[in-house]
């Protein structure tokens, strides 16, 4: 029988990547997008536009700020399984924009999780639910972080998402709902946002490798972050929901490595000296850091049978690659003058 699923958030990265697996898998994957002006499914278009889409990929408007829009979804789509994966998810951003940040990180997974135990009482329909919990919640708590460490959060960001953690296991107490937290350390991809940082440097990097650009402005290069690659994550998130019993997961590579390594890493792959080429500029330091996060993954590696399979180093050379290859098409553009770069979603 055919299982199906829901993601909100589906077309961000996390997102993508998991649709595809599912897919994979047989399920019927639908997906809750934002009603915007423009066009920003650049990660899920070859998914439902073109000569061939899936069949078995659907989506609908909602939003995690509408609880009457997500019971309506609920009651349209039928999921066996959700996936939260729907946030304002860049942390510096949520210092400027707290109560949107809080509404949607934290207030939000509330509104999904009551939408759902009304669905399932008026339906008698059984829905597992995952919510993407985040590393920072660990905040300044010393590493290695896992899932009975204690959480000391640092930004707007990072306090909605501690909160929306211990709702669901409210919920998976109070109702007996089949609720899983996967606390994810950091987890990248050629489709991460560009404003995220290590995006952010593997974007500038090859353009300024192909002349397009000459610096590219960071703020703290002392942070260490656990980067693993998205793809191999949300293989995880899967796994949460296919156990007997739901519990909370640490997903993470068990390896922290500084801005400034990943730097060195992404800049010495294209031949560059970073030095030449990165200035501090105090715009984009966080009214509070976090310094360290680095994760302990054995409860998942035990229970899940899950393992990363990309390093931190095969990671920024696929992201390098795939960036150099944009950077040569918006070179081409601009010298046939066309102005506009191309579009760096799936590719």
Same mark, same amino acid.
């Given at each position: 029988m055919t299982r199906t699923a829901l993601i909100t958030g589906i077309t961000g990265q996390d997102g993508s990547y998991l649709a595809e697996l599912l897919l994979a898998k047989g399920y019927q994957v639908h997906g809750i997008v934002r009603r915007a002006s423009l066009f920003n499914t650049d990660r899920i278009d070859h998914l439902h536009v073109g000569e061939a889409p899936d069949p078995n990929f659907f989506l609908h408007y909602g939003d995690l700020s509408d609880a009457g829009a997500l019971r309506n979804v609920l009651d349209d789509v039928q999921p066996d399984e959700v996936y939260n994966l729907g946030a304002q998810s860049?942390? $510096?951003v949520s210092f400027d924009q707290p109560e949107y940040t809080v509404d949607v990180v934290g207030v939000g997974v509330i509104r999904l999780l009551e939408a759902i135990r009304s669905y399932m009482?008026?339906?008698g329909k059984k829905v597992r639910f995952y919510q993407a919990g985040s590393s920072e919640m660990f905040g300044s708590a010393k590493p290695r972080q896992h899932e009975g460490t204690r959480f000391e959060p $640092?930004?707007?960001y990072a306090c909605a998402?501690?909160?929306a953690h211990y709702q669901v296991i409210n919920h998976r107490e109070s109702y007996g709902l089949f609720a899983c937290n996967g606390?994810?350390?950091n987890h990248e991809s050629p489709r991460r946002g560009e404003t995220f940082v290590t995006r952010k440097i593997t974007r500038a990097a090859t353009r300024i490798k192909v002349g397009l650009q000459d610096k590219l402005f960071l703020g703290n290069l002392e942070a260490r972050r656990d980067w693993g690659f998205a793809g191999d994550y949300v293989e995880a998130m899967w796994r949460m929901l296919q156990q007997e019993t739901p519990d909370d997961y640490a997903v993470a590579t068990g390896e922290s490595i500084t801005i400034r390594d990943f730097l060195g890493l992404t800049f010495g792959?294209?031949?560059l000296d970073w030095?030449?080429?990165v200035e501090i500029d105090p715009r984009y330091f966080r009214p509070a850091e976090v310094d360290h996060l680095e994760g302990d993954a054995s409860k998942g590696r035990r229970i899940l049978s899950w393992e990363p399979k990309t390093d931190i180093r095969s990671l920024a050379a696929m992201m390098v690659d795939s960036d150099l290859r944009l950077a040569q098409k918006e070179l081409v553009l601009r010298e046939s003058g066309h102005a506009e770069a191309p579009r760096a979603g799936y590719r």
């Open positions: 860049h942390v $510096r009482k008026h339906s $640092r930004s707007p998402k501690v909160y606390i994810l350390f792959r294209l031949d030095q030449k080429h």
